[in-house]
């Protein structure tokens, strides 16, 4: 039985409004002795929640107070503990990011949604993909490319018309942004433990940003990408509100 409850919020004002009402209602206690988080906001208030109590290990069970919220649950005030025990837990693994920019500095990041490359100027971005060490892709020219997880797949990788996946389905979505050539290319799915290597053709002209999820490295030459097996987050979902129920739905949508 859950006991401890934190409260988080974005800093919009439905969200502040909530925070306020919930905090009223339920016994707050800090996020270092909470059993859950309950995270008020939408889905980029709940991705921020995740990685900052990524190693604290402690569940985040969101309710929507922003817009889309598709990985939140409805908001309701009323029996919050017992929607919380109830609640259903899908534990994820993120990718973790290793850039390297043009001046030879190293970066990392992790991203629960997806590793994103973007071109920063006019001029296409020109990009040579690895999969496991073995080139699969040499010189694409693009505005850029995403590697996506199942948790994003329907954020960036859908918009980008990439493909929606199942939880445990036990792949990542490779995902061309605008390709100019080749034109006909539409991505690809791989297995979830493999690494992808993007090499930047010049860099310094055809200059590229990496972003793992909101972490921007400007100007990267290349940047390796794997599932990051040291870390988890886990996510609270109620039973009929379930997130595998919501990636099958909105692969019929219209």
Not at 34 to 43: E, T
Not at 94 to 116: Q, R, Y
Not at 168 to 182: C, E, H
Request: net charge positive.
């Amino acid at each position: 039985m859950t006991k401890k409850i934190a409260f988080t919020a974005a800093r919009q004002h439905q969200a502040q409004e909530a925070l306020k009402r919930l905090k009223k209602k339920y016994v707050n206690v800090p996020a270092s002795e909470a059993d859950v988080i309950v995270a008020l906001g939408g889905d980029g208030f709940m991705l921020r929640t995740l990685h900052r109590y990524m190693k604290r290990g402690v569940p985040i069970y969101g309710m929507n107070r922003g817009s889309v919220g598709f990985l939140m649950n409805g908001y309701s005030e009323n029996a919050l503990k017992k929607r919380i025990n109830k609640a259903e837990a899908i534990v994820v693994n993120p990718l973790i990011m290793k850039a390297t920019d043009t001046d030879g500095k190293k970066h990392s990041a992790l991203a629960i949604n997806e590793v994103s490359l973007l071109r920063q100027t006019r001029l296409a971005a020109k990009i040579s993909i690895q999969i496991d060490g073995i080139e699969r892709m040499n010189g694409m020219i693009c505005d850029g490319v995403l590697l996506s997880t199942p948790a994003g797949s329907t954020a960036y990788n859908l918009s980008a018309q990439g493909p929606i996946i199942p939880l445990g389905a036990g792949v990542l979505a490779l995902t061309p942004i605008s390709a100019f050539r080749p034109r006909q290319w539409r991505g690809a799915l791989l297995p979830h433990d493999a690494t992808v290597t993007f090499e930047i053709l010049s860099p310094n002209e055809r200059m590229v940003s990496a972003v793992a999820d909101y972490t921007e490295i400007r100007r990267v030459a290349q940047v390796i990408v794997k599932e990051d097996q040291s870390h988890t987050v886990t996510m609270l979902h109620d039973p009929e509100h379930n997130f595998e129920e919501r990636i099958l739905k909105e692969q019929f949508l219209p």
